[in-house]
């Protein structure tokens, strides 16, 4: 008998075909028949951003949620799982801006591209359900969720920081600046403050922040959402400016976890962002200064600014506010260490207990004023409770007590440099009579209440969080639906005009306005409300809105009356098991947990949560390296699949590491894979070729006695059972290596086994290996079984029977190496396989002389002696 090729460029297409033709994975929002319906099962992979071709990492994150769908299905459910692509965005702007290409054209070729590949790689996608974001059906209404927010006050305008090119007259994405040029002209950027659109994230913060516990994410996951909501109590302080107008002062709200230090606030600092730094300094003397130091600012990252080790610089801004606590007049400056993300994007300085506050203080000699000391540092005595200044402090002279001097007790206390800043805590000094002496964290309260009671402040608890910046000045992005009319201000566009759909235009470079400023006849309009003229709002949105609401349309994507109707979305949401990058585990989750929360409280859904579970996975590198262009170390898909065929490269990539880990690509471990998967088909090919009985699995003959059938039933069994339980804990790599124990199996006994039980094996390892190897797997059952489709097929069950064994191979160690392997009995409890392992010739040469301190048992597996 000739041995067959296995041929993946001939099988893959193949099953392709039956799948399209047979539209295999669409699936229906009909609703279930009475009688019972299945579960659903939503899986949904993160919504990918069409440039280009398709890339390893995409090949990655599909091939898991590919995995996790037919096993959901043949486990009964019924599985939504849908394609779509996040297709606005700044990448096809500035592809039209370097080439004229209109962005619709870039993008859609880039979407022929992954369809192509997607099909090509055999993913199970529903695609009935295919949608791009940029499409006017999608954007209609992602605009009606917008004017949903905005009717309920959930969308505003103010003014805030950009980034300005004041010679293409256009806002900068931070990816446009390099080195504080726009990477365009090359002119010096600056820092501009515009009106803009914002949604009030912030609203939700608790509930943004509590209900992670009830969802199932990795805990990391979590805590990173946690940290970037950033919830801190404290209090709200107002220090006022009256240095501009002192009939009308202004009032700069603070917030700061240590109102205990307020007395010590020797000075104020501003963000370089905050609006009213450049209006503070505007026609004074330090007016260069300061712009010049705000546009430097814009050129370094959060990171960078942040970094407590770096020199703290900063600029007067010839102003003062006054501190409420003592009312004392402290200058103001601006400072890139103070983030506008963090509180109000102001601060009150405290150098004698800030790290960051001590080193501007030193740099610029500013005062340096401790009022709180430790408990190895009292303060000096006082004649009168907080009369720093008279304190007296016992001299030791030798002999004696020696003399009070409290002028030299105060200045080496305060000189003391070793020991500032004190970020400790301690008894409040030179405070006020009505705190000090007291313990800062008891006197914390207290002055927020005394605050309180003084209209200065209040308690408050402040989130790092900051509401959402949603406008950019973007042709290529969703429209706000927004008029401006000089009769009736601000105008929602009405509903049955949406969606508000991108002008064509043939310049998309930037000149002296933005490209859709710059469409004038698009932006002259109607007023909804008087019928007079009108402007239309030329930002659009963030991408972020785009990919906010999408995993909803999904469920529904066919309705042309609503954006979803509310019936299908009970059946289908939540998506249960949504996968992606770790890299979108704060923003993108974020957002749309907010979207979910606020679509929810205006009763258009019924469920709190977009995303029941998450599955996060690693990065594939190359040599240690992240992959990309510049490197020259990039791996096509394309390339991978047209060489060895979709299953190989898909098994691969989930076989080399867990999937949540980071992969190094090898290319002979793809031969390897390629070699495997070989193996397999053409035993398989074999076996049907014999002709010996064609039961699919399950079927074969209950075993009887000893011997090679029953050996390599138990295997198969074995399999099922390993394969089962890794699949529901993403442990992929593990079930693949299980099918390769089985064909070893399967192999070793091929001449001994019968045709039926080894037909049995390699339908099971066909069965098993489906999920990863769609198309190999299909066509080794199909061969085997006589023409049955093993999606079809529920998912194998082993049977206890034969998982059960008299005795198991018992691992001994000591310290954690292999020393011996024993027989050990199923039943024996922890003692007696402990002492097996003690028993055993090897163990003992290492146990002699030495003292066993701790017994390690793994019952079935291992048991390690650890010995000093």
Known sequence: MAEQRYEPREIEPRWQAVWAAERTWEVSNDPPASGGAPSKS??????????????????????????????????????????????????????????????????????AS???????????????????????????????????????????RKHAAVKWCPTDQTVLANEQVVDGHCERCGAEVELRQLEQWFLRITDYAERLLGDLDGIEWPEHVKTMQRNWIGRSEGAEVTFRCADLDPAHPVDYPVFTTRPDTLFGATFFVMAPEHPDVLRLVEGTEHERAVREYVNHALTESSEERGDAERPKTGVALGRTVT???NGEEIPMYVADYVLMEYGTGAIMAVPGHDERDYGFARAHGLPIRRVIVGASEPPPGAEESGALDRAQTREGAGEGEGTRDPKSARE????????????GDGPLVDSDPRFDGKGNREALAEIVQWLDREGKGHASVNYRLRDWLISRQRYWGCPIPVLYCEQCGMVPVPEEQLPVVLPEIEDYAPRGRSPLAAAEEWVSAQCPACGGPARRETDTMDTFVDSSWYFLRYCDAANDEAAWDPAVLRRWMPVDQYIGGVEHAILHLMYARFFTKALADLGHLDFQEPFQALFTQGMITKDGAKMSKSRGNVVSPASIVERYGADTARCYILFIAPPDQDADWSDDGVEGMHRFLGRLWRLAAEVAERGEGEQGEGEAAPPEGEGPDLDLLRKAHWAIDKVSTDLRRFAFNTAIAAVMELLNECSRLRAQAAGTTLRFALSTAASLLFPFAPHVGADIYDRLSGGQRVWEQPWPQADPALLEREVYELVCQVNGKLRDRVQAPTEATAEQLKELCRAAPNVQAHLDGKEVVKEIVVPGKLVNLVVR
Do not use: C
Not at 117 to 126: K, T
């Open 412 to 423: 080496r206390w305060e000189r003391s440099e070793e020991s500032l800043p004190y970020t």
């Open 323 to 325: 501190n409420p606590v």
């Open 42 to 111: 939503y899986v949904l992979e993160m919504l990918p951003y069409p440039s280009g071709e398709p890339h390893i990492g995409h090949l990655k994150v599909y091939a898991v949620g590919d995995a996790i769908a037919h096993f959901h299905r043949r486990l009964g459910h019924r599985v939504l799982h849908p394609m779509g692509y996040d297709a606005f965005g700044l990448p096809a702007e500035n592809h039209a801006i370097k080439t004229g290409v209109n962005p619709r054209e870039s993008t859609a070729t880039s979407i």
């Open 114 to 156: 992954f369809q192509r590949q997607f099909r090509s790689w055999g993913i199970s996608i529903d695609w009935s359900r295919e949608l791009a974001t940029s499409e006017p059906s999608y954007y209609r209404w992602t605009q009606w969720i917008f004017l949903q927010l905005l009717q309920a006050g959930l969308a505003y």
